[in-house]
């Protein structure tokens, strides 16, 4: 199994605060991992490594079998925040629009061609919002806006999916829905970083588990983080998976 990220002795601070601490790493393609760990624990900055977003003070990262700082072939990951749900959309654009954004790496400085317009609406189709595409972004709930932006990552045919509580503010039902979209997803192969802090949801649907506090606590599948002290070691006593059954 080829790697999609790996990071080798990984260390970040934010001035005199460290916020990762020597971790090391390997996702592999078409894994699906769930990254935990409690309240400013440096999950987010952890994701924001992998992707290039922030530079390690020590320690190398590649993506796609690249130094990541090299790397640029962007279209290949998409990226979904916590903020594109929170934030209420503010691109006064329709959602059709929005997901035609993740062809343009693909055309450069061409023109769109039908076949990019076939790809987008099959994105729509995938992700279920075919019936949305002429609304506006700012119009949706956060459910809907969510699955825009995942329908923009697969139309730009990422390879990587990166997550970052995507279901903040999100009912419970339009959650199991996405939560479903994603299991298809990864299983057409795509790769699936997820970062959530209902554990129990993690648990029932990555494959594999990276728990952090800092250092690593835990890089392995689900049942042996699920066996092992990892959760009570990063979070305290508090720490425990309830399992949610779907």
Do not use: W
Request: net charge negative; charged share 25%.
């Amino acid at each position: 199994m080829s790697a999609v990220v790996d990071l080798d002795g990984v260390t970040f601070s934010y001035g005199d605060s460290v916020a990762v601490r020597d971790v090391s790493l390997t996702i592999g393609s078409g894994e699906f991992l769930g990254l935990v760990g409690p309240n400013g624990s440096g999950k987010t900055t952890l994701l924001h490594l992998m992707l290039g977003l922030h530079s390690p003070d020590s320690g190398s990262i590649e993506l796609f079998g690249q130094p990541v700082e090299e790397f640029d072939q962007g279209e290949r990951i998409g990226y979904v925040s916590q903020q594109s749900t929170n934030r209420g959309g503010t691109m006064p654009v329709t959602v059709r629009e929005a997901v035609t954004m993740g062809r343009f790496a693909h055309a450069g400085r061409s023109r769109l061609s039908d076949e990019d317009g076939e790809i987008v609406e099959q994105a729509l189709e995938t992700v279920g919002i075919t019936d949305l595409a002429d609304r506006r972004i700012n119009q949706l709930s956060g459910g809907q806006r969510q699955r825009a932006y995942i329908a923009r990552a697969v139309a730009s045919e990422a390879d990587l999916l990166a997550l970052d509580e995507p279901t903040v503010g999100v009912d419970a039902e339009s959650r199991d829905a996405f939560y479903r979209l994603l299991d298809s997803l990864n299983d057409r192969g795509i790769t699936i970083v997820l970062i959530e802090h209902d554990i129990g949801v993690v648990t029932d649907r990555a494959e594999r588990i990276a728990c952090i506090n800092t250092e690593l606590f835990h890089h392995g599948d689900t049942e042996s983080f699920v066996e092992s002290d990892a959760l009570e070691e990063a979070y305290g006593s508090t720490g425990r998976v309830v399992h949610h059954h779907h």
